[in-house]
């Protein structure tokens, strides 16, 4: 991770806390880099994989989405930490019933073929993320 970037980031999301007080992608990237962006999509990558990263870390970054927008924040409280959690798991859950429907095997055949695949992963000293 750029830890540079990573500061940086942080340091802007200190000010953002509350999903109320979420900053914009658009703000945040300018924020960052002191530009506007040109390109969404590929401008914005390596700011969301940092994103992604602090999370990986345990950085309780939460983020709204709305057709008016959305942005990132940090958590205030357990109550959006929660709703955060929640949005995630039903978003994981809906893309991996579609992967079942694909293989057409069941979900619970799914996850526990995903269980079983994890486990062999620890077992043989694999450290990719799930």
Wanted: charged share 30%.
């Amino acid at each position: 991770m750029d830890q540079g970037l990573a500061g940086k980031v942080m340091v802007i999301l200190s000010r953002h806390i509350g999903e109320e007080k979420a900053v914009s992608m658009g703000e945040l990237y300018e924020r960052v880099y002191g530009k506007a962006w040109k390109n969404k999509i590929n401008d914005t990558r390596p700011l969301r994989k940092v994103i992604t990263e602090l999370r990986y870390s345990g950085a309780l970054i939460g983020e709204t989405r709305s057709s008016a927008g959305g942005g990132y924040f940090l958590a205030r409280s357990v109550h959006e930490l929660n709703r955060f959690f929640d949005k995630r798991k039903r978003e994981a859950l809906r893309k991996l019933l579609m992967v079942a429907r694909m293989q057409r095997v069941g979900l619970p055949e799914l996850l526990g073929q995903m269980q079983l695949s994890l486990r062999g992963k620890a077992a043989g000293g694999g450290n990719e993320r799930a």
